[in-house]
């Protein structure tokens, strides 16, 4: 495995690191150390490179982006209605973001702060304290999150955080996917292991209810893109997913082309699904979209929903998890 180091930019006076790691076949891991960031995913067929993700090559368009490209969100990923949440009877408010809710665990979240990092055997291992005081959550967290590649391809990412109080955490990297050769994603297939889908009010946080999959998110067998929101508009006149699915067990989803696949898993139950065309809001607007985001975490809100999972990390304790992204060729 090889691994190297370069300077990427400049952030809040210090430098952003682009760390790139590579294995026998080529393929490659880039991150930043700017808010942990999956810069790249580069994959190498028959002498020709092929890159699997959305990413920008500056750091200005990482920094001014609103799609929070390959970034590692948190301390809780999605939304937290109405920015409140209770533990240990206790009521937590903090600084609504979203409307009069918080995503992404609020402006000063993971996503807005350069990490320190190190290479440790073949890993790279991006860190940073946040405090309490800096986000409003309960605790000082001490995060440690660790990329590593495979020989055989695969991509992990694992979160390992401790906290001096009881607070939340469910993070996740906000990553965008296209496996295809087109610059659309409309052709990429993609197939969820679920069978339920969460209802959300029209501030897209939800209401508490799982509800069963209908003609518009059923991706039990392989569907197009283009095939799915087809279903979806006729199923009920939306015209692009921004959703979650109640994933049960470690396989959680396969995105695939007619050349290459990504088996997605996870050790938690959610997968929020986003199509968007992050390089150029113009065309999403137009809903022309070149990539779906893929983002494995406990289902959103799940503070204030029984039965949505356990987010919470009690004092002086330490929890990991661990997302895994395995790239593999269609001959």
Same mark, same amino acid.
């Given at each position: 495995?090889?691994?190297?180091?370069?300077?990427?930019?400049?952030?809040?006076?210090?430098?952003?690191?682009?760390?790139?790691?590579?294995?026998?076949?080529?393929?490659?891991?880039?991150?930043?150390?700017?808010?942990?960031?999956?810069?790249?995913?580069?994959?190498?067929?028959?002498?020709?490179?092929?890159?699997?993700? #959305?990413?920008?090559?500056?750091?200005?368009?990482?920094?001014?982006?609103?799609?929070?490209? /390959?970034?590692?969100?948190?301390?809780?990923? /999605?939304?937290?209605?109405?920015? #409140?949440?209770?533990?240990?009877?206790?009521?937590?408010?903090?600084?609504?973001?979203?409307?009069?809710?918080?995503?992404? /665990?609020?402006?000063?979240?993971?996503?807005?702060?350069?990490?320190?990092?190190?290479?440790?055997?073949?890993?790279?291992?991006?860190?940073?304290?946040?405090?309490?005081?800096?986000?409003?959550?309960?605790?000082?967290?001490?995060?440690?999150?660790?990329?590593?590649?495979?020989?055989?391809?695969?991509?992990?990412?694992?979160?390992?955080?401790?906290?001096?109080?009881?607070?939340?955490?469910?993070?996740?990297?906000?990553?965008?996917?296209?496996?295809?050769?087109?610059?659309?994603?409309?052709?990429?297939?993609?197939?969820?292991?679920?069978?339920?889908?969460?209802?959300?009010?029209?501030?897209?946080?939800?209401?508490?209810?799982?509800?069963?999959?209908?003609?518009?998110?059923?991706?039990?067998?392989?569907?197009?893109?283009?095939?799915?929101?087809?279903?979806?508009?006729?199923?009920?006149?939306?015209?692009?997913?921004?959703?979650?699915?109640?994933?049960?067990?470690?396989?959680?989803?396969?995105?695939?082309?007619?050349?290459?696949?990504?088996?997605?898993?996870?050790?938690?139950?959610?997968?929020?699904?986003?199509?968007?065309?992050?390089?150029?809001?113009?065309?999403?607007?137009?809903?022309?979209?070149?990539?779906?985001?893929?983002?494995?975490?406990?289902?959103p809100d799940a503070i204030n929903h029984v039965g949505f999972g356990n987010i919470?990390?009690?004092?002086?304790?330490?929890?990991?998890?661990?997302?895994?992204?395995?790239?593999?060729?269609?001959?």
């Amino acid at each position: 495995m090889k691994i190297t180091k370069e300077q990427f930019g400049t952030y809040q006076n210090g430098p952003v690191y682009l760390y790139k790691i590579e294995n026998k076949h080529k393929t490659q891991l880039n991150v930043l150390s700017y808010a942990a960031t999956w810069q790249d995913f580069k994959v190498v067929e028959n002498g020709i490179t092929h890159s699997l993700i #959305s990413h920008f090559d500056n750091l200005d368009d990482y920094i001014k982006t609103p799609y929070q490209v /390959g970034k590692t969100v948190g301390r809780v990923a /999605g939304r937290i209605g109405h920015a #409140s949440f209770k533990l240990d009877d206790k009521n937590y408010h903090l600084p609504a973001n979203d409307g009069s809710n918080l995503i992404h /665990g609020g402006d000063n979240g993971f996503q807005s702060v350069n990490f320190s990092g190190s290479v440790i055997k073949d890993e790279v291992i991006l860190s940073h304290k946040f405090l309490s005081a800096d986000d409003n959550f309960p605790g000082d967290l001490e995060l440690k999150i660790t990329y590593s590649l495979s020989e055989e391809n695969e991509v992990k990412i694992s979160y390992t955080a401790t906290s001096t109080a009881k607070t939340l955490f469910n993070p996740t990297c906000h990553v965008y996917f296209n496996v295809t050769d087109n610059e659309d994603v409309f052709g990429q297939d993609v197939k969820i292991n679920s069978n339920s889908i969460l209802e959300v009010d029209s501030n897209k946080v939800p209401t508490g209810k799982i509800l069963p999959v209908t003609k518009g998110y059923e991706f039990k067998e392989f569907k197009t893109i283009a095939k799915a929101l087809d279903d979806l508009k006729s199923d009920n006149g939306k015209l692009e997913f921004d959703d979650t699915f109640v994933t049960d067990g470690n396989s959680v989803a396969t995105i695939k082309s007619n050349k290459r696949a990504v088996d997605f898993s996870s050790d938690r139950n959610g997968l929020v699904i986003f199509t968007a065309n992050p390089n150029d809001p113009k065309k999403a607007d137009k809903r022309e979209y070149n990539s779906l985001a893929m983002e494995m975490q406990t289902l959103p809100d799940a503070i204030n929903h029984v039965g949505f999972g356990n987010i919470v990390l009690p004092a002086n304790e330490s929890v990991t998890y661990t997302n895994s992204y395995k790239y593999r060729q269609i001959n």
